[in-house]
C-alpha cells in the first residue's frame, strides 16, 4: 500500500510511538522524524505471533470451560439420579411402614371388636337375668297382693306364712351383677 502523503513511497515501516504503520519518508522529513520505528515486517510477525498466541490462549481458556461445563453437567446428572434413587428408597420405606401400621390398625380393629363382642354378650347376659329375676319378683308381687285381699283370716294365714317366706328368700338372693358403665 502507498503513504497518504508521499504516493511514490510504499508503507514499510511502523511507528512504535504512534502505533501506527508509515512509509520512510514521514520517518525522515515527516510527521515521525523524533518517533522510534521499526520494519513493517518485524512488527507484523510479532504481532500475528502475539494475536495467534492470544487466540490459543482464548481456545485453550474455552476448551477448559467447556470441560468444566461438562463436568458439572454430569454432577447435575449424578445429583439428579441420587435425587430419584433417594426418593424411590424413601417411598418404598413409607410404603412398608403404611403396610405395617394398615396390618396392625386391622389387629386392632379385630380385637375391638372381639371385646365389643364379649362385652354385648355378657351384658345381655345380665340383661337376661334381671329380666327372668323381674319377672319372678313380679309375679311373687302379684301374688302377695292378692292374698292380701283374701277376706278369710284363716285362708290369708295359710298362704301369708308361705309368701313370706318366698319373700325373706327372694330378697336374700346374692344382688345380681351390674356392668361398668365404662365398658
Same mark, same amino acid.
Request: charged residues 30%; hydrophobic residues 30%.
Given at each position: *500500500? ?7 513511497? =510504499? ?13 520512510? $519518508? ?5 510527521? /515521525? ?12 510477525? %510479532?504481532? =500475528? ?7 490459543? $490462549? !482464548? ?12 463436568? $458439572? ?10 435425587? %430419584? ?7 418404598? %420405606? ?38 327372668? /329375676? ?13 292374698? !292380701?285381699?283374701?277376706?278369710? $283370716?284363716?285362708?290369708?294365714?295359710? /298362704? ?20 361398668? *358403665?365404662?365398658?
Amino acid at each position: *500500500r502507498s503513504s497518504d502523503l508521499h504516493e511514490d513511497e =510504499k508503507i514499510n515501516i511502523y511507528c512504535l510511538s504512534c502505533e501506527t504503520p508509515t512509509c520512510s $519518508m514521514c520517518k525522515v522529513f515527516g510527521a /515521525h522524524k523524533n518517533c522510534e520505528v521499526a520494519p513493517l515486517a518485524s512488527v507484523y510477525k %510479532r504481532q =500475528k505471533t502475539e494475536l495467534s498466541d492470544g487466540i490459543a $490462549m !482464548m481456545v485453550a481458556g474455552n476448551d477448559r470451560i467447556q470441560a468444566i461445563i461438562s463436568q $458439572m453437567e454430569e454432577i447435575c446428572k449424578t445429583i439428579e439420579e441420587n435425587s %430419584r434413587r433417594q426418593k424411590q428408597h424413601l417411598s418404598q %420405606r413409607f410404603d412398608s411402614l403404611y403396610a405395617i401400621l394398615e396390618e396392625r390398625k386391622k389387629e386392632l380393629l379385630q380385637v375391638i371388636a372381639r371385646e365389643q363382642d364379649e362385652k354385648l354378650q355378657h351384658v345381655r347376659a345380665l340383661i337376661r337375668q334381671h329380666g327372668d /329375676h323381674l319377672e319372678v319378683t313380679s309375679k311373687l308381687v302379684e301374688t302377695a297382693i292378692q292374698s !292380701m285381699e283374701e277376706p278369710q $283370716m284363716a285362708a290369708f294365714l295359710q /298362704h301369708a306364712k308361705e309368701l313370706n317366706k318366698k319373700i325373706t328368700d327372694t330378697s336374700k338372693e346374692p344382688p345380681i351383677e351390674r356392668p361398668d *358403665r365404662k365398658s
